[in-house]
């Protein structure tokens, strides 16, 4: 939890003299997302939806307590840009990739010497890290023949419509007609490969990051290509912001112990201010 949040949360749920202090600690505890701000789980209830949507997987009724930056993408041409400071310098940045990738790209890091840590989506599973890079997954989906299914529930993401059908619908996107979006007999991989993303999404507590390789592509034709497609309509959506450079300076990491203890300090300081009638306003 950080420094600010419980201000924010009980300035704005108390201020009014309406709710009480229990009542505001069981909001934050029922209803908020500690581990990250607004956008981060902007992107990541964005695939939710898609899983909802598709699969009929029920979505996770989250608020963040706090805002943040939007989360960056970046093409890049090869792996070895990763290693040019003018393209990235991000020494604090965790990489999070597919299981599949992960042998191959630490291979790939030793030889170029790049120094971050790199989990695959099952080793990453439960842990948090301040920067987060996510490294490949749409050109993972692209080359797991997967193309046709991601670029048309990414369309379906601009439909506010709750069916699955087009036919009731007749919405286009992009100047192309949504297709039944229902995957649970058709492509249930894809169910699985938004779970693996939005897994990987997840792993964010401050800066997140999505890197996609232009080789990865490679034989295709660029408007096929699933990372740049994915890329557009988050953009589009409101929920990234491309980029061409990646600077991360020095972050301190705080544990989870460290976490949890700073959000009991904040809390137990709210209390005692309310018994003392101070204003909220005043945390720090």
């Not at 070895?80 to 310098?89: N, V």
């Not at 990739?97 to 599949?100: G, H, L, S």
């Not at 890290?129 to 890079?133: G, L, P, Q, R, V």
């Not at 619908?169 to 979006?181: S, W």
């Given at each position: 939890?950080r420094a600010?949040t419980?201000n924010d949360?009980?300035?704005s749920?108390v201020?009014d003299?309406?709710?009480k202090?229990?009542d505001?600690?069981?909001?934050?505890?029922?209803?908020?997302?500690?581990?990250?701000?607004?956008?981060?789980?902007?992107?990541?209830?964005?695939?939710r939806?898609?899983?909802?949507?598709?699969?009929q997987?029920?979505?996770?009724r989250?608020?963040?307590?706090i805002?943040g930056?939007?989360p960056k993408?970046?093409m890049v041409?090869?792996i070895?840009?990763?290693?040019?400071?003018?393209?990235?310098?991000g020494?604090?940045?965790?990489?999070v990739?597919?299981?599949?990738k992960?042998?191959e790209?630490?291979?790939?890091?030793?030889?170029?010497?790049?120094?971050?840590?790199?989990?695959g989506?099952?080793?990453a599973?439960?842990?948090e890290?301040?920067?987060?890079?996510l490294?490949?997954?749409?050109?993972?989906?692209d080359?797991?023949g997967?193309?046709?299914e991601?670029?048309?529930?990414l369309?379906?993401l601009?439909?506010?419509?709750t069916?699955?059908?087009?036919?009731s619908?007749?919405?286009?996107?992009?100047?192309?007609?949504?297709?039944?979006?229902d995957?649970r007999?058709s492509?249930?991989?894809v169910?699985?490969?938004?779970m693996?993303?939005?897994?990987?999404?997840?792993r964010?507590r401050?800066h997140?990051?999505?890197?996609?390789l232009?080789?990865?592509?490679?034989?295709?034709?660029?408007?096929?290509?699933?990372?740049q497609?994915?890329f557009?309509?988050?953009?589009?959506l409101?929920?990234?912001?491309?980029?061409?450079f990646?600077?991360?300076g020095?972050?301190?990491?705080?544990?989870?112990a460290?976490?949890?203890a700073?959000?009991?300090l904040y809390?137990?300081?709210?209390?005692n201010?309310?018994?003392?009638?101070?204003?909220?306003?005043?945390?720090k």
């Open positions: 939890m600010a419980v949360v009980f300035y749920l201020k003299g309406k709710h202090v229990k505001v600690l069981q909001y934050i505890d029922l209803q908020m997302n500690h581990r990250t701000h607004a956008q981060n789980l902007a992107i990541g209830q964005a695939v939806s898609i899983l909802a949507r598709s699969f997987i029920p979505m996770t989250e608020l963040a307590l805002d930056e939007l993408t970046m041409k090869k070895c840009d990763l290693a040019d400071t003018s393209t990235f310098q020494g604090n940045i965790v990489f990739a597919p299981d599949e992960v042998h790209l630490r291979l790939q890091f030793q030889a170029l010497e790049i120094h971050n840590d790199v989990f989506v099952r080793e599973k439960g842990l890290f301040d920067a987060c890079a490294l490949g997954f749409f050109g993972h989906f080359e797991l997967s193309n046709d991601w670029q048309n529930v369309r379906w601009s439909s506010s419509s069916t699955t059908k087009t036919s619908t007749g919405e286009k996107v992009d100047g192309l007609m949504l297709t039944d979006c995957y007999l492509a249930p991989n169910s699985d490969e938004a693996m993303l939005y897994t990987a999404l997840t964010a401050n997140l990051y999505l890197i996609e232009e080789s990865a592509s490679k034989g295709k034709q660029q408007s096929k290509s699933l990372a497609f994915a557009r309509r988050l953009k589009d409101g929920l990234v912001k491309p980029v061409s990646i600077k991360e020095h972050v301190e990491e705080i544990t989870p460290e976490h949890k700073r959000g009991v809390v137990t300081q709210a209390l201010m309310s018994r003392n009638m101070e204003p909220f306003s005043s945390v």
